[in-house]
Structures are given as C-alpha cells and as structure tokens.
C-alpha cells in the first residue's frame, strides 16, 4: 500500500501547516519572554519623520488600484479555466490520434484568450494602465551670463599638463 | 463489512522528520541567506563585508537573530493591535507553506526504509504554489494597513497592486509549460525531465520555453519584492515601507519570510524549469552510488540549483537599480502579460504542427 498511514495528501499539507504554525508560536513566545516592554507614550506614536502623526492614515485612496484590482480578478479567474485545459491538451495520445482535434482545442483556446485580449486592450485604451510619469524639470536660474558660455565650458575638454617637478631633488631635501 | 485501519507508526514518524528536516533547512538558508546577501554585497562593491562574528563572519546571523528576540516589542497606540501581530504571522507561514509539495530528490532508501523526499504530491502542485503565492501577498496587506502609518500604507498597496500585476503573467507563462507537461504534479514534471538529453533534445524545460522561463523569473522577483522590484518597502522614500512599524521579531519575520520567499521561489523555479533533483550523467550515478547515495547527488544537484538562483537575486540587487511606479506597472501589464499570451500560442501553434506533419 502506497499510503499506509490513512493521511490524504491535503492531510498532510494540513500537517505542514501545524508545524509552521507551532515554530510561529513558539517564536512569538521566546520573543515574549526575552524582549523588555517599558513602553512609553512616545515610543507608541505612529513614525511620522520625527513630527507628530496627524489624522489616521485609514484613508480612502486612489481607485485606480481598485481598477487594477478588478482587472486582476477577471485575468485570474479566466486563467483558472486554461489550467485543466492545458492539461488536457497536453496528453500526446490525444494529439497524435487526430490532427484535427489539435487544431479544433487551439482554436477554442484561442478565441478565449483573445477575449482575454480584447479586455486588456480595452483597458490599455481606456487608460487605466496609464500610471504618472515624472516629468523632468530642468532647473533655470536668471543670470547675466549667456547660455553660450556654459556651453563652451561644458564641452571644454580637461587636459591632463605633464608633471616635470625635479622629483629626485625634492626627496633628497626630505 | 470490516474495516480494517492500518496507522503504520514510522510513515508518521518520517513525515514528522521530513517537514522538520524541510522547515530546518528553510530556515538555515534563509539565515545564511541574509549573511550571503551581505558577503556578495560587500564583493561586488569591493568591500569585505561582516567578518567580526565567528570565522569569518559565519555566526553574523545567530547574532542578528538573538538580537532581532532581544529587542523590545513596539506596538503603537494607534494601530489595529490583532491584524499588527496576524500580519507578520501570515507573511512567515505562506513563506513557509510553499515547500511542502516541493521534490526534493527522488525516493531514497534509508535503513531499510524507501522514503518520498517530498512531504505531499498533491496532482494540483503547481496550483498550490499558485495559491500560497498569492496567498502572501496578505501578510503584507494586512501588516501595512494595521500600523496605521502613512508609509505602510503605501507600502502595502504598491506590493498588492504590484503582486496581483505579476501574479497574470507568472500563471500564463507557467500554462505555457503546462501545455507540454500535462501535468500539474511537480513530482511528474519533474520526472518527465530526466536525465539531460532526451530524443534530441535537452530534456529540461528550460530548452524548450526560454521565453516563459524569462517571464517567470521576473515575476518571480516581482512577487518576492527583491530589487528591483522592491517598491513595497523602497527605503528612499517610504522610510521602511509596509515594516516602518515593525520592531523585534516581528520585523524579524517580515525580513525572515522574505529570504524564504526567496529559497521557496528558486526552488520552484530549479523544479520546473531546470530539470529539479535531474542532472547530467544520473543514470549512471544511480547504478554505481545505490539507492542511498544516488538520489543524494541528486538533492544536492537541486540545492546547487537553488543556491544559484538564491546568489543570482543577490547578484541582480546590486546590478540594476529600482524601477519607478509607471515603468513596474508598464513592465507588467504592457509587456509580460502580451509576451506570456503570445507565448502560449506560440506554443500551441508548435505542438499542434509538430503532432499534424512530424
């Protein structure tokens, strides 16, 4: 007998899950027990730079998360349905046996997807996956002197003079 | 009709030492994870990196780790005190959970007994990875929101909007495996890869969907929120991002679970793609080392395995830089997800003429 111990597989994910579940105690505990608590109004407040937190930060935010969410939701799901069909189509004896049955499943399969793809141009257009962009500033300062002449001194090339000091002479005084 | 229940006491006992061993071995990389990460830190950037504790730097990470208990547990007045401690919890568990259905070599005879390296074969393998993943995103979520800080809570939505992002392209470039697998078993998708070399061609998966390797590889640092995807907790501008409320061991959970994250993804990553406990040469290996020491080579082939892709998330950190919000979100959507669909037909279109004319 394979399985002699009555555990399913999923018994023994369950099994895993204990184990993992008793380290996470037992190190919450030594935690407990080791680390000092001398806590202090200040030392509870909320890490805001150094300044006092104002207002909760529970705050509805940009929806466009929830748009991204939403769209996750339906690639997720449509992406459970190609799992067992890929599967399916996998099975060599299926394919070599008829041909045509090949060519029939790709082409559900792609009508599918391209459903999928439809939506995701949909969404492309729209603009929900458009995200700001930082534009680049570039910083102006009103001087009197042309541009022209930061030009020049930008593509100035550095050159490197020879170094001729009477070296031996220098050492022979130290 | 009577039933008769056979418990077989030591089936018990080597599952018990299993997951012991695995849950162990989790935790020993991902502890010296965190001392590799400095160590290649240091040499790529031309330094020596920790060397004071132990030999060479070897018991850094006892050291951090009796630090981490040591010091003094901050939960602010203000937060939502349960979900502040689920949150770490949930993020170190789902680290933890994923290596259950992993192979970890072949089964192997020890005293006397034929043991399965793998604590559960469940024929939906690939979609409990799927799950757990998705699963840990939770553990940040919940974690970010509950401090009840600014920080966090951007941190927390920029990883949940960044991991449900990557987590589409990851599941279609792994339906593109699945088309030439057919099975969901990683224990069959392993063994399908036996060996090297099969009927003229590589038997690893790699050789055959380099492109959905690729894909899955940077979802695979997008989910385990490495650099440079590492916006959830971007120290530049987010302070410590969905952690800045963290003290103590719960801070040392969250960096903890990422290091797993980390071991759990290379691993899954050497299984499915590079051929897991297979290697060059096993053949003959098994006939000449037995049934002991054979499938030994073979775990430690896909240690080697993981312990590369572990020092080559390292090695990408300190190479590119982070990306901006609209280039990750653009990466991701624009770009993976186009890329895995095309590469799915890609595949379809090939199996299909390959099975029609060949």
Request: include cysteine; proline fraction near 5%.
């Amino acid at each position: 007998m394979s399985n002699p111990s009555q555990v399913t597989e999923f018994g023994k994910i369950l099994l895993f899950l204990i184990t993992g579940s008793v380290f996470v105690l037992i190190a919450f505990f030594t935690a407990r027990l080791l680390s000092p608590r001398k806590p202090t109004p200040e030392k509870l407040l909320s890490y805001e730079c150094g300044e006092e937190p104002t207002g909760s930060s529970w705050i509805q935010f940009n929806p466009r998360f929830y748009v991204i969410a939403l769209v996750f939701l339906l690639f997720d799901v449509e992406m459970v349905f190609i799992f067992p069909w890929s599967t399916i189509y996998a099975q060599q004896p299926l394919l070599t046996a008829e041909p045509a049955w090949g060519w029939l499943c790709l082409t559900e399969m792609m009508i599918f997807v391209g459903i999928l793809l439809l939506g995701l141009i949909y969404v492309w257009k729209k603009g929900d996956l458009e995200w700001v962009k930082p534009a680049p500033i570039t910083p102006e300062v009103k001087t009197g002197i042309p541009p022209a002449a930061y030009d020049r001194l930008n593509q100035q090339t550095y050159q490197v003079r020879k170094f001729d000091a009477p070296v031996k002479e220098l050492e022979h005084e130290r | 009709m009577k039933l008769a229940i056979v418990i077989d006491g030591y089936y018990f006992l080597e599952k018990f030492g299993l997951i012991t061993v695995i849950f162990a071995l989790s935790l020993v990389v991902a502890m010296y994870s965190t001392l590799a990460e400095r160590k290649i830190a240091g040499f790529l950037q031309d330094r020596v990196g920790p060397n004071r504790a132990g030999w060479g730097g070897m018991l850094q990470p006892l050291a951090d780790g009796v630090k981490m208990f040591l010091k003094e547990e901050i939960i602010p007045a203000e937060s939502s005190k349960f979900l502040f401690i689920v949150g770490p919890s949930l993020a170190i568990l789902t680290a933890c959970i994923g290596s259950a259905v992993i192979p970890w070599g072949d089964t192997i005879v020890l005293f006397g007994r034929t043991v399965d390296l793998q604590v559960t074969d469940i024929n939906v393998g690939v979609l409990y990875i799927f799950g757990v993943v998705s699963l840990g995103v939770y553990g940040i979520m919940i974690g970010g929101w509950a401090s009840n800080n600014k920080y966090s809570l951007m941190g927390a939505i920029r990883a949940a909007s960044q991991n449900i992002s990557y987590e589409i392209a990851m599941g279609l470039s792994i339906i593109a495996l699945l088309m030439m697998t057919g099975s969901l078993s990683l224990r069959d998708i392993t063994n399908q890869q036996h060996g090297f070399w099969h009927e003229g061609w590589f038997s690893w998966n790699f050789f055959s969907q380099p492109l959905g390797f690729l894909i899955f590889l940077v979802c695979a640092f997008a989910e385990t929120n490495r650099t440079p995807f590492d916006l959830p907790e971007c120290e530049t501008e987010l302070v410590g991002g969905y952690h800045t409320e963290y003290s103590s061991m719960k801070l040392g959970f969250y960096l903890f679970s990422e290091y797993i994250n980390m071991f759990v993804s290379s691993a899954v990553m050497s299984t499915l793609y590079f051929g897991g406990y297979n290697y060059p040469g096993m053949d003959w290996v098994m006939e000449h080392a037995g049934p002991t020491w054979g499938p030994l080579v073979g775990v430690a082939a896909l240690l080697g395995k993981i312990f590369f892709f572990i020092f080559f998330f390292m090695w990408v950190r300190w190479t590119v830089p982070r990306f901006r919000y609209d280039q990750l979100m653009n990466l991701g959507w624009k770009v993976l997800i186009p890329l895995a669909i095309a590469n799915i037909v890609a595949t379809g279109l090939w199996m299909t003429v390959k099975a029609t004319y060949f």
